[in-house]
């Protein structure tokens, strides 16, 4: 059902709201209405379902998950028709997947496209949310479930000058779908994130000349893409039972079983072994198949971050690039780190440079080009800006629709000092309101639709036990909120990655609060908490405002 245009404004009951029609949003959809029984809407302000990949379309958007591992596990049908082309597949082919999945369960008569939600308010007296969209309708439902994903927020430019200039500007995450041709353009890259670092390379080799303007080095490592196998597709089809239960026993929800426990417990020939080893195999496989230690001590994560630099400095045949594009300011691992396929090689084009945001910071963009001034501030005559700011993650999707709770609580202002949930996935004062790798979760550290299958799964399981029950409204207690945080927060002490300022941290956008915006701890120890609340009747949970069991919350 697609956003009708001129019509009347109507207002609809359903059971349930679904926002969002990506990973999450589907298989909401799917187990809502066709194992719970729910009727469901689902709404998405997309065009067409996919998410996040419906909207990043640039050249060179690329999953950075195993092809074979970044897909649903729920059904073994699915897992068997469906041909991967290439090891990490690519935008196009991801979003045939997700499109694929919609039609296969019959998805798309349940979800509304170009309709985007304007605010969600909690009615008390009616235990019910009323959800209204821009369209002027209203959705009345009783459960509220977010899909809009951790990274659908992009983060918004904050540019001098940006409406005045005349060239064309472009977005990562909100690609024009007809492409861009930039033959014979004069082309700025903003940012060397994760986009920006897979669409530099595509730019590079089109481009008259090609400027980018970097902030933060990055560590990024070989992606090492290509076709699938058929005789590597044959063997994990055969094997998916046991490959999806080696990635759900795994930190990050991947089948990865090599790490050793510490990078300083080896002899320096070992550890650059194992390094170049994973760094043939490509993928996460040096980050999260490495040394455990790495994450937690500087001391062996100083070890990676000085392999990964040599390996930069190798391929960069200018030394000042070249470690321009070395990063010392952080530990490795503490931002996500970007996967890439001719980046380092980019540099090396006569007609790209590259330009130090920190020493020559952006002035203002002029109607030509871009201003830079300090050490060696100059003006860059432009055609075309690419930005590639990264996202608002996790808390920015859902901050966006207005949502607002009991007595009028709004979520930006329960959330002013960063998030507070119960398990990720619930909010104190916001009484049936599920948020899949919601804040607090594991979610950007769990293979996504793993993440996906696991909350809502549970989430099933908890909506169920409350019909069964005749309960109009379930929602976290205080202090169970609480516990989490504190909980969410020691299993971070420990690491290295809160002293780093990132997207992890809500550090990316200005004036968002510092704050841990997901939960640390690994796949496995979080599956075993959520199953143990369930197990013990929900503990930690109000049901129409009474304790569903004896106790504050998750055993943790």
């Known amino acids: 059902m697609t956003n009708p245009v001129d019509a009347a404004a109507v207002e609809l009951?359903?059971?349930?709201?679904?926002?969002?029609?990506?990973?999450?949003?589907?298989?909401?959809?799917?187990?809502?209405?066709?194992?719970?029984?729910?009727?469901?809407?689902?709404?998405?302000?997309?065009?067409?379902?996919?998410?996040?990949?419906?909207?990043?379309?640039?050249?060179?958007?690329?999953?950075?998950?195993?092809?074979?591992?970044?897909?649903?596990?729920?059904?073994?049908?699915?897992?068997?028709?469906?041909?991967?082309?290439?090891?990490?597949?690519?935008?196009?082919?991801?979003?045939?997947?997700?499109?694929?999945?919609a039609d296969r369960f019959d998805l798309r008569r349940d979800i509304r496209l170009g309709t985007r939600i304007t605010s969600a308010t909690w009615d008390s007296g009616r235990a019910r949310w009323v959800v209204t969209t821009d369209a002027g309708d209203r959705v009345i439902a009783r459960y509220l479930i977010s899909g809009a994903g951790t990274l659908s927020a992009a983060k918004e430019p904050a540019f001098d000058g940006l409406d005045s200039f005349e060239g064309q500007v472009y977005s990562t995450a909100r690609w024009p779908h007809d492409g861009v041709d930039f033959t014979g353009k004069r082309v700025a890259v903003i940012g060397t994130g994760a986009s920006g670092i897979q669409v530099i390379p595509h730019i590079a080799a089109q481009a008259a000349h090609l400027t980018v303007f970097q902030r933060t080095a990055n560590y990024a490592t070989p992606i090492h893409n290509g076709p699938m196998d058929p005789e590597f597709t044959r063997l994990i089809k055969a094997g998916y039972p046991g490959l999806r239960g080696r990635s759900r026993d795994n930190f990050g929800g991947l089948p990865y079983d090599l790490q050793a426990p510490s990078a300083l417990a080896v002899t320096q020939d070992e550890r650059r072994r194992v390094y170049q080893e994973r760094w043939d195999q490509g993928g996460f496989r040096l980050s999260l198949d490495s040394y455990a230690d790495v994450f937690f001590d500087a001391t062996a994560n100083a070890t990676a971050a000085e392999f990964i630099r040599d390996k930069i400095r190798e391929r960069v045949t200018d030394p000042a690039t070249a470690e321009l594009l070395c990063p010392t300011d952080h530990a490795y691992g503490t931002k996500r780190p970007p996967l890439e396929t001719g980046y380092y090689e980019a540099y090396n084009r006569e007609t790209v440079d590259l330009v130090d945001l920190r020493a020559c910071p952006i002035e203002r963009i002029t109607a030509t080009g871009i201003r830079t001034t300090g050490v060696q501030g100059a003006d860059h005559p432009l055609d075309a800006i690419v930005l590639a700011l990264g996202f608002d993650a996790l808390t920015?999707?859902?901050?966006?629709?207005?949502?607002?709770?009991?007595?009028?609580?709004?979520?930006?202002?329960?959330?002013?000092?960063?998030?507070?949930?119960?398990?990720?996935?619930?909010?104190?004062?916001?009484?049936?309101?599920?948020?899949?790798?919601?804040?607090?979760?594991?979610?950007?550290?769990?293979?996504?639709?793993?993440?996906?299958?696991?909350?809502?799964?549970?989430?099933?399981?908890?909506?169920?036990?409350?019909?069964?029950?005749?309960?109009?409204?379930?929602?976290?207690?205080?202090?169970?909120?609480?516990?989490?945080?504190?909980?969410?927060d020691e299993v971070a002490s420990g690491l290295l990655l809160p002293h780093t300022d990132s997207w992890y941290t809500g550090s990316n956008v200005p004036g968002k609060p510092r704050a841990l915006l997901a939960y640390f701890g690994g796949a496995p120890a979080y599956r075993r908490i959520c199953a143990d609340v369930a197990e013990r009747g929900y503990q930690g949970l109000l049901f129409d405002g009474v304790p569903a069991a004896d106790g504050p919350g998750a055993t943790v």
């Open 396 to 488: 920015g999707p859902l901050l966006r629709m207005g949502i607002q709770g009991r007595d009028g609580l709004s979520l930006r202002s329960h959330w002013s000092q960063g998030p507070r949930t119960y398990l990720g996935l619930m909010v104190h004062g916001f009484p049936n309101l599920f948020t899949i790798t919601g804040p607090q979760s594991p979610s950007v550290f769990y293979n996504h639709p793993l993440a996906v299958e696991d909350h809502v799964d549970w989430l099933a399981g908890c909506l169920s036990h409350q019909r069964a029950r005749g309960i109009d409204s379930v929602e976290p207690s205080a202090e169970a909120e609480h516990r989490w945080g504190e909980h969410t």
């Open 13 to 101: 009951e359903r059971d349930a709201v679904v926002v969002g029609a990506g990973f999450a949003g589907l298989y909401a959809l799917h187990v809502l209405r066709d194992r719970v029984g729910l009727s469901v809407q689902a709404i998405d302000q997309a065009g067409g379902v996919g998410g996040v990949w419906y909207w990043n379309r640039y050249p060179g958007a690329r999953c950075d998950i195993e092809s074979c591992n970044y897909s649903y596990s729920f059904s073994a049908e699915l897992q068997q028709e469906w041909q991967w082309s290439e090891r990490f597949a690519g935008q196009p082919e991801i979003l045939r997947y997700l499109e694929h999945v």
